[in-house]
């Protein structure tokens, strides 16, 4: 399971509240499922929840249970949500000025044209920060190329790249196994630029 085994993790919390206010019926079994997260730990923060009084479990037919949010939950999941928001800005913010500096960097050494390695959201605001810059992008690099376009611009696999013309290469990925790829086919280093 690749969530935080914390049962004070907020955005584990927020994920449950939001499920149980939906009032669905829900299960312990399928909030492990739809969360990535182990049963066993489902039950810890069904518990603490039921403890601090934001959920309350109801009994229902043949020995199954309904989870449902109080009043002191539903503030409780609006406060979550409101930080949440709060610090998404806040890291998109952080994202893009580190991008613009990146920008000016690539443009005072001399780049004329980017290639963007990665196609999430980072890649897209590395997209909309470029608009409005000399500098040019020559595609988007995601592993695989599957005739799908980024904004207009071409999708390369990793094997495309070394057939590419382009000045320099923007990391817009934070998986670390990325920058191991662009090492593996021996892109020189003086041309790659990271957030």
Known sequence: ????????????????????????????????????????????????????????????????????LTPKGFSHRVDLTYHFMKSSINYFRDARQRIDIIYQQMIQDGVKSVLIWGDGEIAELSYISLRGLSLNLVGVVDGKSDNRDFFGHAIYSHDDVPTLKYDAILIASLDKEEVQRISDLGIEIGKIYSL
């Open 1 to 68: 399971m690749n969530k935080s085994a914390d049962p004070g993790n907020n955005d584990i919390t927020l994920q449950i509240l939001n499920e149980i206010s939906t009032g669905a019926a829900i299960t312990q079994r399928s909030l492990s499922s739809k969360l990535n997260i182990a049963l066993g730990l489902v039950n810890v923060y069904i518990k603490k929840l039921t403890k601090k009084g934001y959920i309350k479990i109801k009994k229902s037919s043949m020995n199954r249970f309904k989870y449902v």
